[in-house]
Structures are given as structure tokens and as C-alpha cells.
């Protein structure tokens, strides 16, 4: 019986390491969640459907409020934009009620659409910027921290980020904008 107990505190402890090593399943080469959203000022919906067919590919952003690293990147997205607007759709989803870890445990974290509003517009972000009011297209992409980037091209996500972006990501990824 104590082998027993043993093996199976090992067994756990093995796979609470190799969560803890992978602890999020990486999305590039799965089909892109297709959504129908309200934008952020809750003025028409959007759908992502009607965009992918027209060619270019999509940069979806996952944000909110309380993330600083988020409001941090905000400029850069921005020079993105107006660097890339004729060859990539860009999407920013502002996420309610995304569940974190805080010291291990999981906690939801609300989101104001008045200061999200705010933030973008101080931060000149004009581009498609949508409310996941209930987290659900987060989770559909996988999304279990912030910041959060996926690009999709033919409906594929050919590239995702799970950290901050640099200026050199970003550069980086201009090279599946023009193939």
C-alpha cells in the first residue's frame, strides 16, 4: 500500500511538471475560431467571417485594462497598423472575466468597456476592436494570460504570441504579409 502512494504521488508530481513546462497548447496550423462579436462601443456586431475571405491576413490581439504589458504595446500596434493597414486586417478583442492564476489560484478579473474605450482612443487605436464579454472567444483561442497575438492567413493561424510584442516581432511578422 505505501508503494502505491508513492507511485502515485510521483505520477502527480509528474504531471503537475510537465504542466507547469507546457502549460498552454500552442495554436499555429489549427483553423482560426470563426466569432461573430459586438465591437467595444456596442454599436454593431462584427464578424470575422466576412474578413477572412478577403485575403489579407488577420492580427487578432487579446487585451484588457489591468494588464500592463497590454496598455505597453498599445503604441506599437499602432505604428503596426499605419505601417501595414493595406496588408493585414486588424483585430483588438478586449476580454472580460478571463480567469488567472494569482499565488495559484484562479481568480476572474472584470474588465470596464468605458476605460478600455478610454485607453484605445488616448492611444489612437482605430482599428476593429471588439468586447469578449464572457471570455469565450479568448478561450476558443487559447488565451490563458495576457498579452495575447495570434495572425491567421487562409484561415489558418500561421503564427501566435503569448508575450509582449517588441518592435521586432512585429517586424518579424511582415514576412507572412506579403506572401
Not at 486588424?90 to 472584470?110: A, F, Q, R
Not at 482605430?126 to 464572457?134: A, I, V, Y
Request: glycine share 2%; charged share 25%; proline share 3%.
Amino acid at each position: 500500500m505505501n508503494y502505491l502512494i508513492k507511485y502515485l504521488h510521483l505520477n502527480l508530481l509528474f504531471v503537475c511538471l510537465i504542466s507547469y513546462a507546457y502549460p498552454q497548447q500552442n495554436m499555429v496550423g489549427e483553423k482560426a475560431y470563426i466569432f461573430t462579436s459586438k465591437t467595444l462601443d456596442d454599436e454593431r456586431r462584427f464578424s470575422l467571417s466576412t474578413i477572412i475571405k478577403n485575403d489579407k491576413p488577420i492580427f487578432i490581439n487579446f487585451f484588457a485594462t489591468w494588464c500592463s504589458p497590454c496598455i505597453e504595446e498599445l503604441p506599437l500596434l499602432y505604428d503596426f497598423h499605419l505601417e501595414n493597414k493595406d496588408y493585414v486586417e486588424m483585430i483588438i478583442i478586449d476580454v472580460n472575466n478571463l480567469s488567472v492564476l494569482k499565488n495559484n489560484v484562479p481568480i476572474k478579473l472584470e474588465e470596464d468597456q468605458g476605460i478600455a474605450k478610454k485607453i484605445l482612443l488616448d492611444n489612437k487605436i482605430s482599428f476593429t476592436s471588439l468586447f469578449d464579454k464572457h471570455a469565450f472567444i479568448a478561450k476558443q483561442y487559447g488565451v490563458s494570460n495576457l498579452p495575447h497575438s495570434v495572425l491567421i492567413k487562409d484561415g489558418i493561424i500561421v503564427w501566435e504570441g503569448r508575450k509582449k510584442l517588441t518592435k521586432i516581432t512585429l517586424n518579424n511578422l511582415k514576412k507572412y504579409l506579403n506572401d
